[in-house]
């Protein structure tokens, strides 16, 4: 398998643009985790999907942010519009039912200027 | 809410020296997993203890796990420079699905 693949590895954008990122998951994979991660407050997880249906989205920063998951192979995770300290590595990992290890994306790099 | 808090922050030492990073949390929890992320990559699963386990081996890594005093420790043996890494502590927290990662240690091996 290719593993969790993200794309793109790198955005830079400017402020008020949108942004959308996207994230193909492991194929049999049920969960699928948004992770945001900075310097300053580590990894961060913003949401999550089991068998599609967003399970738990407190950690979404606000309503500029949005994720869905139309299907088990792909997700998205829109910022609209964007700010500067929306600047991070945006991670995607997905896992299996009733196993616990998870299986990351390389990351986006995100550049909000 | 950061629940697991990975001390030190940062380690270096020498190669073939043993590094030896801990974990500490606050709730109660199912099983606490460690992570590796090399830089500029995503994380990778490197050991799992589960709640009512002690100790677990894997390779060169070796994890304890003390529920009473809420705390994890991760023993890297006969470090190499491949181990320059940040390490994670992460906790499925008691009846929940999604695990909590601390911010992490970052582990220099000199050559």
């Known amino acids: 398998d290719a593993g969790v693949i993200q794309s793109p590895r790198h955005e830079v954008t400017e402020m008020g643009q949108e942004v959308t990122l996207r994230c193909k998951p492991i194929?049999?994979?049920?969960?699928l985790f948004w992770y945001r991660q900075t310097m300053m407050r580590g990894l961060e997880l913003l949401i999550y999907?089991?068998?599609?249906?967003?399970?738990?989205d407190s950690g979404m920063p606000e309503d500029r942010f949005s994720a869905k998951m139309p299907n088990a192979s792909f997700s998205t995770l829109k910022i609209q519009p964007s700010e500067p300290r929306d600047s991070a590595v945006y991670f995607c990992?997905?896992?299996?039912?009733?196993?616990?290890?998870?299986?990351f994306g390389p990351g986006t790099r995100l550049t909000v200027t | 809410s950061q629940q697991g808090e990975e001390d030190p922050q940062a380690l270096s030492i020498q190669e073939g020296e043993n590094a030896t990073m801990n974990c500490s949390y606050k709730t109660s929890i199912n099983n606490l997993q460690w992570y590796r992320q090399n830089s500029g990559r995503g994380l990778v699963h490197l050991i799992l203890?589960?709640?009512?386990?002690r100790e677990k081996h894997s390779g060169r890594l070796r994890v304890t796990l003390d529920t009473s005093k809420k705390s994890s420790s991760l023993l890297i043996t006969a470090s190499r420079a491949a181990d320059t890494a940040s390490y994670f502590c992460?906790?499925?927290?008691?009846?929940?699905?999604?695990?909590?990662f601390g911010k992490g240690t970052r582990l220099h091996i000199l050559p």
């Open positions: 203890i589960r709640s009512n386990e």
């Open positions: 990992a997905s896992s299996l039912e009733g196993e616990y290890e998870q299986y």
């Open positions: 194929s049999g994979h049920d969960y």
């Open positions: 992460a906790t499925e927290v008691y009846r929940d699905d999604k695990i909590i």
């Open positions: 999907f089991n068998n599609n249906v967003p399970i738990d």
